[in-house]
């Protein structure tokens, strides 16, 4: 079966590899994009391009929707794709619980799939995964994520989705002396229940993370470096056919990967 694809944001640095992602992939099809701009025109091989999703959705017959664009219009987006029955395969970050709950209960109503994942790249799924399991053990932790200086989001989604893993593992406490003081502000970081993240933007840098774990003499540290933005794709493709045969929305791509064998 051929699956119809959308795809929101295909001028942006993931839209343009997911662009070619579907086109290289013998059973997707890409029927037409959402933008900001260039509404009524068509790019290669004749895709319309639309700015009003309602429009795009209710004239353009397709199975999903694939949203790589920015946290206020990304909701949107897949809102709408919801109600017009488009299943969702969300990688814009930046969604707050509020949000991802009002989609989770769309989806249910609509009974179709939704995945919203904050990070494609299986590595970085292991490292959050490993990083829940360490947490148990090393209750003191430190996440630094590291990405491209026009990432509009802080902290990143995978910075925040490892948080939340962390805390489902880790006895809560706080961490540091006492008495810390920040001579500078904002130098310890953002905290949440004592764990600490730091978020470092700089050209050149694509997405990286370190999960820091100190104990009495000893020090283990995860870590995940994606060099460019292929390392995402094989999780998107991944998503659009697992989401095909699914009724509810997922949150996290590891909740497709069998990782317990
Ligand atoms: P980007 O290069 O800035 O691309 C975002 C694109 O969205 C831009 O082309 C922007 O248009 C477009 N856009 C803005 N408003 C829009 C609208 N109303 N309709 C359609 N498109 C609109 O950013 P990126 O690096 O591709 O990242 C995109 C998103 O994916 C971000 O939220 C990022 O955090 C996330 N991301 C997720 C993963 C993952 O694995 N889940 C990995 C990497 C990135 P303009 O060019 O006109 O501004």
Known sequence: MTIKVIIAGPRGKMGREAIQMVENTAHF??????????SGKTMDKNIPVY???DKCFSEVKA????DVTTP????????AALRHGIRPVVGTSGFTPEQISTLSELAASKNIGCIIAPNFAVGAVLLM?????????????????KHHDQKLDAPSGTAMKTLELIKETRTAKTQGHPNEKETLPGARGGESEGVRIHSVRLPGLVAHEE??????GQLLTIKHDSMNRQSFMEGIKLCIDEVMDMDKLVYGLENLLNLNN
């Open 72 to 79: 206020e219009v990304g909701f949107k987006h897949t809102e």
């Open 29 to 38: 099809e890409l029927v037409a994009c959402l933008d900001r701009k260039n």
């Open 129 to 145: 995964q490993f990083a829940k399991m360490a947490a148990k053990y090393f209750p003191d932790v430190e996440i630094i994520e």
């Open 51 to 53: 700015e009003d999703p």
């Open 211 to 216: 999960v820091l774990f100190g104990g009495n």
């Open 63 to 66: 199975d999903v929707l694939v």
